[in-house]
């Protein structure tokens, strides 16, 4: 179900300290149904030994041209069979070797056969990774077509500062995914909502709701995969800024409608996925509530139903809600889609830990403006956007 379900994809490894790194992310590949093969140089095997990646990948590990006496061209094989080609940790030496076409092991060998795409994730001293021979060989590979991941900024195993350490797994399987997504949303313009909005009830407390934010960010990294730009406007997470998003932090529903009336002008998709507060308490106290009576009340005033005036204001824009419902998905959801002039709306039920708020999967269904209906099965988040995406691409070619 997810983009690279079955694809293969060929994990080199050359010798740094972040080999340990590697070996999560070949379970997050593994996670996501990709058929992982693993190649290591003599020393990345020196940090991380073989047999972990070989029984994470369920597949034998290639450390050797001529390992075990195995006659078999393992590495040509491979490079043919790729559909991608990540290099993490790649270290200073490898990236030398792989610009100058030098080919004197297994990795480098087989890096001189590849014709897939090839993420390359640099690793090393900062000192190193700064030096013009290393930045030299980084920009022939670029210029060969590589896609150079940029390092992250931090301490270094080294005892240094600066860039030098390999991207955490969950980036690198991010542009990984971005590297072998079609670009069905270039040129197009994405906004999403995402997680819960807070309304203050003082300084210290506020009226919100259980929504992580997983499913819109889920969304906005999906959109920016497939090479739209997408401008995040988030609630409170706890989420880390999707890749290369533009990411607007809000607290309250009106903060929330502000920023989404300033977007929507140039906007071409706009997806609200947030779990906004219907009211907001009428006069929020300047100073904390000290508890001296047993009881009070709370005045609520009602907040801009932000989506319906979207629905009003919308002009070509396809205009995606969500339905969370606890009875009557179908009858609530419909009404939904009618009430605010949507093209799709996608209800679910919440309860379950399978489903909704602070969940990794979602069982949704898409209700579109035409009456057809789909339920989907139990499926991560990041798959159930790619699917939404989809529904939103034909719309978009059936409506030009
Ligand atoms: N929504 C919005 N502004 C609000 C309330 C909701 O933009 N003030 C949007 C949500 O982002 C979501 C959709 O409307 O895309 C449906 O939200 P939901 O909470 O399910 O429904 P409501 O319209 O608030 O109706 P009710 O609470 O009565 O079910």
Redesign the pocket.
Known sequence: MTVIADKNVVLCVSGGIAVYKSVELLRLLKKQGANVRVIMTKNAASFVGSLTFEALSGQPVCTGLFENNDPSIRHIEWAQEADVVVVAPATANIVGKFANRIADDALSTFMLAVTSQVILCPSMNVNMYKSKPVQRNLEILREDGYFIMSPESGELACGTAGPGRLPEPEDILDRLISCITPKDLRNKTVIV?AGPTREPIDPVRFISNPSSGKMGYSIARAAEQRGADVVLITGPTNLPDPLNVSVVRVQT?GEMADAVFEQMKVSDIII???????YRPKDPEKHKIKKQKDEITLNLLK??????E?GKRKKDQVLV?????TQDLEE?AVK?LRE?NLDIIVGNLIGGSASGFGSDTNTVALFHKDGSRESLPTMEKDAVAHILLNRIVTYLKNSM
């Not at 609200?272 to 219907?278: I, L, R, Y």
């Not at 907040?303 to 319906?308: F, R, Y």
């Not at 809600?321 to 419902?325: K, L, S, V």
């Open positions: 909502t529903a609200k996925t947030a779990a906004v507060s219907d907040n801009q139903d932000i989506l319906k979207l809600g969500f339905a969370a419902e609530n939904k605010k």
